[in-house]
């Protein structure tokens, strides 16, 4: 369960044009930070800051279009 989460990450930010180095430099993040907060989120938990993890659920649990996936 968690590598299907984990490849429907990849795969909704590569479905929007976006690396995840390239998502994290938006989210003013490192690399390292995002990959950890993708395996805290993938688990189940909350992400020990609220912002991201308010990101994380508004772009990752639900299927968005592009659209509205660039909009948020």
Not at 27 to 34: A, G, M, Y
């Amino acid at each position: 369960m968690m590598e299907d989460l984990a490849m429907d990450i990849k795969n909704i930010l590569q479905k929007n044009g976006l690396t995840l180095f390239g998502f994290a430099e938006m989210l003013n993040i490192s690399r390292p930070t995002l990959n950890s907060y993708i395996r805290i989120f993938e688990a189940g938990s909350n992400i020990p800051n609220e912002k991201y993890q308010i990101i994380f659920e508004e772009l990752f649990n639900y299927n968005l279009p592009e659209k509205e996936f660039k909009k948020k």
